[in-house]
């Protein structure tokens, strides 16, 4: 166990719907980190959050967005849908700023229909 | 864009035997990690490797750090089944962004 938490653990959903996943770093952990893992494009890193501010933006659509709360808790939330968006999406979290270190939750298995 | 390239893409062997997998890259990081992934869950987080040339072993497993930092391998003696997995690399630049391989799929027959 990471101590990364992430829910929920399965969402099956429409195309063109909106979806929220939600992501709670382990304790003391300031950062964190969004990845999209499909099948045929690895893991790809979407977003970082350091201490509620965006640290790191890597490939992520304009359909998606992120946000860290004073709790450090972070959602990230995906709408209009598309086939394509059906992945794991990973969150980890590390202590600073820097992505030395992650650990991972167990992620969230989207499935778009 | 920092690419890491990790070979072989698959790997599957007898128990027993030992391996070497690669994470090549044309760029500089300031770290690099390794990880180990089980279907459908998340990384898990190995080692990291800092200085250039550092050499670390975790039981089975020996990790090394190129040099000019810019690749790393992972050696893995007497693998066992529960070596089985995919094995990925990541690299961190003093940017503060992370790359990850496509990782390297191995499975170790009993």
């Known amino acids: 166990d990471s101590g990364v938490t992430q829910t929920p653990k399965h969402l099956i959903t429409a195309t063109g719907q909106r979806v929220t996943l939600r992501c709670s770093p382990r304790s003391g952990d300031l950062s964190v980190y969004w990845y999209q893992q499909s099948l045929d494009q690895g893991l790809q890193f979407l977003i970082q959050?350091?201490?509620?501010?965006?640290?790191a933006k890597g490939n992520i659509l304009e359909r998606f967005s992120a946000q860290q709360f004073p709790d450090l808790h972070s959602e990230l939330n995906l709408s209009s849908l598309e086939l394509g968006d059906s992945a794991l999406y990973f969150c980890?979290?590390?202590?600073?700023?820097?992505?030395?270190?992650?650990?991972f939750g167990p992620g969230t298995r989207l499935t778009v229909l | 864009t920092q690419l890491l390239e990790q070979s072989p893409q698959f790997l599957s062997i007898q128990e027993g035997e030992n391996l070497t997998v690669y994470c090549n890259s044309s760029s500089v990081f300031s770290s690099l990690q390794w990880y180990r992934q089980e279907p459908g869950e998340g990384p898990v987080l190995l080692v990291t490797v800092v200085t250039g040339g550092e050499v670390k072993k975790l039981k089975r497993l020996t990790f090394q750090f190129g040099d000019a930092r810019k690749d790393s391998s992972l050696h893995i003696t007497a693998a066992q089944p529960g070596d089985t997995g995919l094995y990925l690399c990541a690299g961190a630049t003093n940017a503060g962004k992370s790359t990850f391989g496509d990782g390297t799929t191995l499975t170790v027959k009993p």
């Open positions: 959050y350091y201490n509620g501010e965006e640290r």
């Open positions: 980890a979290s590390s202590v600073g700023g820097a992505p030395n270190e992650q650990f």
